[in-house]
């Protein structure tokens, strides 16, 4: 039995959030949340937001005991792109790509 929950539209580049998905994965979620409680990275609170969110969902929808869940999956998929422009040097336009994220966790069951 699996939950899952699903942030998106998060403003912040999926290559950092990335980043702190790949240090919570396989874990229990007591763990994980205690790894994303004391990193400094805007990244990690809304992970923990993402995190927080599947733990209620396998409790409340599927009755799952908190105890024995894992964090199964977790990722930050590329949302839209906002594109904007900076002037520059001869009349040039240089671009500002401001990324978004599609996060998500999958918290399971251990056997």
């Not at 990722?75 to 998500?104: C, E, F, V």
Request: net charge positive; charged share 30%; hydrophobic share 40%.
């Amino acid at each position: 039995m699996e939950a899952r929950a699903i942030a998106k539209y998060i403003r912040i580049s999926p290559l950092k959030v990335n980043y702190i998905a790949k240090e919570i994965r396989g874990k229990d979620v007591e763990d994980a949340l205690a790894i994303l409680e004391f990193t400094p990275k805007k990244g990690a609170k809304e992970l923990q937001k993402v995190l927080n969110s599947a733990i209620a969902n396998a409790e409340n929808n599927f009755g799952l005991d908190r105890d024995d869940l894992y964090v199964a999956e977790a990722y930050a998929n590329d949302g839209p792109t906002m594109k904007r422009w900076r002037p520059r040097a001869q009349g040039r336009a240089y671009p500002i790509l401001k990324r978004s994220s599609h996060i998500g966790i999958v918290v399971k069951e251990r056997e």
